[in-house]
């Protein structure tokens, strides 16, 4: 490689100008800036010297509670020039929110590239021919497998404790710890969905999963904040034309038939405005359980959503070859499990129930392909009819909460409005 390559190609991997940018959008917007780099888990590593001295003393007054501003800055570095030249750059290239995020994912990756070039630098420096090829290349393997581009996540118990007292007021004052669900009955059950954590709602073919699905994602949205929905079985247009009809209360067959007035049309109309305008993002798109939850990381670091669920874990495939593919939806159950965790924001996850559960009451012994879904999932919800087949409008329906990890089991009486796409609670 040329030199001028060689240069320009050492300037890319820096990239001081994206440095720059967060350390200024940091000092525009502290709290919710290093909220984001917190859940990015960035590191001093990412930045070159100086800029890696300044975020790491950002970061120190962020942990201790301390106010993140120039006069404390200042202070610090008193009497340096060099750093006083360089928080007026970045005060200059201060960006938003969204443009730290994408500046974030440059550092990350040019972080990585950057390791990568010193290690293998090292190596081409300890390269010797009369030596076994094969002991160098494993510990060439061994230092690349060994490098994290994450560290591990720092901890703040004041942080820690403040967000836990919310919780206790909201649970005081809403009867929920979690997030709300959109029946009181269920609240009063599971305290709401927990936080990072997966729960599994199962039921035989139609009989209305994805219906209470998409209730709860429009109750959720309304009043809680940002709702991600997944789906490997309908379109987008399809989920987002069932809230609208459950927000209406229309008849989802006879819109699809004609079989409405004009000014049925226009509520309609109105209420598909009002639902597509809330915080909802839907994916259609088929994807590999490895891509799924990579998405989950992305969207959480981008659009933090406070709930999300996924539209079936039947319909999902994974890269890795298993023997089973009972093993293969336990791989994928743990790997939605990290990510939830990883992330802080619950995973509804819709499962079929196995043939057996036709003949008999289900249980969670009939969910189809388990694996580890049991003993993964925080919260285990069956829905069943109490008629098998029925084709009523209001068709009573139980919600049997079988698992619970930390509180209590049993059933809720439910009406399933078919027509309607909905959920009600029977009075």
């Known amino acids: 490689m040329k030199p001028e390559q060689e240069s320009q190609a050492k300037n890319e991997l820096q990239n001081v100008p994206a440095q720059r940018l967060v350390i200024g959008a940091i000092l525009q917007n502290p709290l919710n800036c290093m909220s984001v780099c917190r859940m990015m888990r960035v590191s001093k590593d990412w930045f070159i010297y100086p800029l890696d001295q300044l975020y790491e003393l950002i970061e120190t007054l962020y942990t201790t509670g301390q106010t993140i501003g120039l006069p ?102 809403e009867g929920t710890w979690g997030i709300p669900s959109r029946w009181f009955a269920v609240n009063r059950m599971t305290a709401g969905y927990e936080q990072g954590k997966m729960s599994i709602l199962a039921g035989r073919p139609k009989e209305g999963k994805t219906t209470l699905l998409l209730n709860e994602a429009r109750h959720i949205a309304e009043n809680s904040g940002p709702v991600d929905i997944y789906t490997m079985e309908m379109s987008e247009q399809e989920c987002w034309a069932k809230m609208a009809c459950d927000m209406a209360e229309m008849d989802f067959f006879c819109l699809k038939r004609g079989m409405y007035s004009e000014e049925t049309i226009a509520k309609f109309k109105e209420c598909w405005k009002r639902v597509t305008a809330l915080p909802i993002w839907i994916c259609d798109r088929n994807m590999s359980g490895e891509q799924l939850c990579g998405s989950m990381r992305d969207r959480s670091a981008k659009a933090k959503p406070v709930w999300r669920c996924l539209d079936h874990m039947g319909l999902i495939k994974s890269r890795r070859r298993a023997e089973s593919r009972t093993i293969e939806v336990g791989h994928m159950s743990q790997m939605i499990v990290n990510t939830a965790k990883d992330t802080g924001c619950p995973v509804l996850v819709v499962c079929h129930l196995n043939r057996l559960a036709t003949r008999e009451k289900p249980t969670i012994s009939h969910l189809r392909e388990s694996g580890a879904l049991e003993g993964d999932a925080y919260l285990v919800m069956l829905l069943y009819q109490r008629t098998v087949g029925a084709q009523l409008d209001d068709v009573p329906t139980v919600l049997d909460v079988a698992a619970h990890r930390s509180g209590p089991t049993g059933q809720i009486a439910m009406i399933y409005q078919k027509t309607k796409s909905r959920f009600a609670a029977e009075r």
């Open 72 to 173: 404390v800055i200042n202070q610090h570095f008193l009497g340096d020039e060099t750093m006083a030249g360089i928080l007026s750059e970045c005060q200059a290239r201060a960006g938003t929110v969204p443009e730290l995020v994408e500046a974030l994912a440059i550092l990350r990756n040019n972080y990585g590239y950057r390791w990568l070039v010193n290690k293998l630098g090292d190596y081409q420096m300890r390269v010797d021919p009369a030596a076994p090829f094969d002991e160098f290349f494993d510990s060439l393997r061994s230092d690349i497998v060994g490098f994290s581009l994450t560290p591990e996540g720092k901890h703040d118990p004041q942080t820690m404790l403040s967000e836990l007292e919310m919780r206790i007021k909201r649970a005081k004052g």
